[in-house]
């Protein structure tokens, strides 16, 4: 059986619109603020995040998204929320309306620990297929509206970052996609790392998650582009 | 076995003193004896596993950690180096898998290797800092107690042939590819020799895990790859472990042992998407994609995150997870491998991808002997050189399974093993279901000031980590050697002469993670 027929016999594997609150099979999702009986049951709660994502006011433990990284410590205490709209802030500046039915992606690794760009890669896939909004993956800086950064960025990469945001046409936009790039995650800001693409290139929008599932990501360019809005 | 090897070395050294501890041969050798051991370990088949430099305010210490191959078993060499003179010989001329050890600690550590054939640019870029500049050495705080230096770097040219060029690729490059600098030297048609330039993600996870909790480093160990969180996760965990002297529940090895299969999975599904990309074959590589996802969407049913981060934790687990729900999964993964078996298959029947990934990117038995491969690269070459086999440890110790070999070491023999492997690791998964203790997932383990030697078979190969414990748990030593660090070293071998076109095909085929190996 040649190729041609297999794909056109594995039918549309493309699925609907994204559910108003994800399964866990599609995300892990992100901590929202909670409130919790006592002050000190809220400080153990917030004690326990290791980058500092949740900070506790009373009886309130509010979050900062951008600095968790799924370390999965808070979750049987506190609440996560399962919806797509993941990306900030709010009032982005968009494109023209010209940009709307198509843009195109630049994605530039920073130091990504390869989570981030296998979500990416599942973009392209039959599952989410990202062309069907007219949003396409471009190999070159020039030929990209949008400059799609993972990773802390690193001291050997912030070079290469900044000569690949400089080479793109204007107008561009700048996309930091995960919590690294939101905030340097994990790894930074230290010796090696920046704190996020923000220390290299200026960022237009933010989606923060360790990884961010895909359908958040694509929350994120369809707001680019003026498809829908962020959050 | 071990004892009958003491018995060996101390009639050959009598001077040194040898001694056994925790399943390891332990000896402080003088500095001049440094080259004959590790030459008698290698005319043994033991393998370098890693080397650890650790620097104190008054001592500088080197700790060459050989594994055997025929039976379990490790060595520990321990060198003082005097950390004015901080020279020492080095073992490359002995054995080649030293060499990206001591490149690495050259740039991190400013020891000197004698004799080593090629020192300089690796981690730390020339372009960016001075030479041997010590980044993990005590005084150095942040980036800007590094010396600086900006100076031009050239890539090194080897081919003196009329009209040789070098062909720079990165390290941006391609739509979602890692970052990393590929020199590709030619004389027109076909690339000659290939070299990397890696290290631009350099994250310094040794150092900032330096002053963090056990638990906290073990996010870094986790996210030093992301693809195989629980290949070098374990490898951390089981470190720090033998380090505390814990010993772990029944169950929460034989649920570890059940995670680390679904990661292979997964994980293995992820390369031969990469292999079907590389080759252009569209329908399959979306075919691959499909199925990558749904293992995706397998593991974070189960656990709640799709890369099973916040799975792993001192002592055993985050949390228990039911009986049912594990069987669920096994079920599912077991459903899905129809489906793999059907696009393995119909790539082994398209005779134009195989005539692109047969006789490709070669590394035969002897090199990966040499450069002491590690993981399905090895194994394609027929080493096996699998951790869960060569260096038993729960829950693989007690269980029967097989270790897939290839003899060609080219990108098809690569394309088989990682089938074979992701058949055998459901078979795994099912026989770590069928009796599963209820001994509990978690123990206490109390801090204590140690140091220890974990390792573990991750999706790319042996895992190694060593750690070591203050006695209020915060890590001051965390070494780790991921499998891809060992198999970008071999990257050469298998690109000398290919054609251009070739490039990315021998790349995907190798399997190899920049990430993993920057750190």
Not at chain 2, 94 to 123: C, K, M
Not at chain 2, 318 to 340: G, H, I, N, S, T
Not at chain 2, 411 to 420: E, P
């Amino acid at each position: 059986m040649s190729w041609f027929w297999r794909g056109l016999r594995a039918g549309v594997l493309t699925e609907g619109p994204a559910p108003e609150a994800l399964p866990e099979s599609l995300s892990p999702g992100l901590p929202r603020a909670t409130e919790f009986s006592t002050p000190a049951q809220a400080a153990e709660i917030a004690a326990r995040c290791p980058t500092g994502a949740l900070e506790a006011q009373d009886r309130v433990v509010g979050v900062q998204p951008d600095r968790c990284v799924d370390c999965m410590r808070c979750k049987s205490a506190q609440e996560w929320r399962h919806d797509v709209r993941w990306a900030h802030p709010d009032a982005v500046e968009r494109f023209g309306s010209r940009f709307k039915h198509s843009i195109h992606v630049r994605i530039i690794d920073a130091g990504d620990c390869g989570s981030c760009l296998n979500e990416l890669a599942q973009l392209t896939g039959p599952s989410y297929n990202l062309h069907r909004f007219g949003i396409f993956i471009t190999p070159t800086p020039r030929q990209a509206d949008v400059l799609l950064v993972v990773g802390p960025v690193t001291r050997q990469m912030a070079g290469p970052l900044k000569v690949a945001y400089e080479a793109m046409p204007s107008p561009k936009r700048v996309l930091a996609v995960g919590a690294c790039a939101a905030s340097g995650g994990i790894f930074g800001p230290s010796v090696m790392s920046a704190g996020g693409a923000a220390d290299a290139v200026p960022v237009d929008l933010t989606v923060p998650g360790c990884p961010p599932p895909p359908l958040a990501i694509i929350g994120a360019l369809r707001a680019l582009c003026g498809q829908e809005p962020p959050a | 076995m071990l004892s009958d090897v003491l018995n060996v070395l101390r009639s050959i050294w009598p001077s040194i003193e040898w001694r056994v501890d925790d399943g390891s041969i332990v000896a402080v050798l003088p500095r001049e004896d440094l080259r004959a051991v590790a030459k008698y370990f290698s005319a043994q088949r033991w393998r370098l596993g890693t080397i650890v430099a650790t620097e104190g305010r008054h001592e500088l210490e080197l700790r060459y950690c050989f594994y055997a191959t025929a039976h379990p078993g490790w060595a520990q060499l321990i060198i003082a180096l005097n950390p004015v003179d901080r020279t020492i010989a080095s073992l490359t001329p002995v054995t080649i898998a030293a060499d990206w050890f001591e490149r690495e600690i050259e740039d991190l550590f400013s020891v000197r290797f004698a004799q080593h054939p090629r020192l300089g640019d690796f981690v730390l870029h020339d372009d960016q800092w001075a030479e041997n500049a010590g980044l993990m050495r005590p005084f150095v705080q942040s980036g800007e107690d590094l010396p600086v230096q900006r100076r031009e770097w050239r890539p090194k040219r080897v081919l003196e042939e009329e009209g040789a060029f070098v062909m720079p690729v990165g390290p941006v490059y391609s739509g979602g590819a890692e970052s990393a600098l590929f020199l590709l030297e030619t004389v027109g048609e076909d690339v000659v020799r290939a070299t990397p330039r890696l290290f631009y993600k350099y994250r310094a996870i040794e150092k900032i895990a330096q002053g963090r909790t056990a638990a906290d480093a073990l996010l870094l160990a986790e996210r030093c790859a992301g693809t195989s969180a629980i290949g070098n996760g374990l490898a951390y965990c089981r470190a720090v472990e033998r380090a505390l002297g814990a010993t772990l529940t029944r169950r929460s090895e034989a649920l570890r042992g059940f995670f680390a299969e679904l990661e292979r999975l997964r994980h293995h599904m992820t390369s031969i998407r990469e292999i079907c990309e590389s080759t252009s074959l569209s329908v399959a590589a979306s075919q691959a994609l499909w199925l990558e996802e749904q293992f995706l969407r397998i593991s974070g049913e189960l656990c709640g995150h799709r890369y099973l981060f916040g799975v792993l934790a001192i002592g055993g687990l985050q949390r228990d997870f039911a009986d049912p729900a594990l069987e669920a999964c096994l079920r599912k993964a077991d459903a899905l491998r129809p489906k793999v078996d059907a696009l393995r298959g119909a790539l082994e029947r398209s005779s134009s991808f195989l005539d692109r990934i047969e006789r490709v990117g070669i590394v035969d038995r002897e090199a990966a002997q040499t450069f002491e491969l590690v993981g399905p690269f090895a194994r394609a070459a027929a080493i096996s050189a699998d951790m869960r086999a060569v260096q038993p440890y729960a829950p693989y110790s007690g269980l029967e399974f097989n270790v897939p070999i290839e003899e060609e070491g080219d990108g098809y023999a690569r394309l088989r093993v990682l089938f074979a492997e992701m058949e055998e690791s459901v078979r795994i998964m099912a026989a770590l279901c069928r009796d599963l203790p209820a001994d509990g997932t978690r123990i206490d383990a109390a801090m204590r000031a140690g140091r220890g030697l974990g390792w573990s078979e991750a999706p790319r190969g042996a895992s190694l980590a060593w750690v070591e414990l203050e006695a209020d748990g915060t890590v001051s030593r965390y070494r780790l050697t991921p499998p891809s660090f060992r198999n970008w070293h071999g990257f050469h071998v298998a690109t000398e002469s290919f054609a251009f076109q070739d490039f990315p095909i021998v790349l995907a085929t190798l399997d190899l993670s920049v990430a993993e190996n920057d750190r």
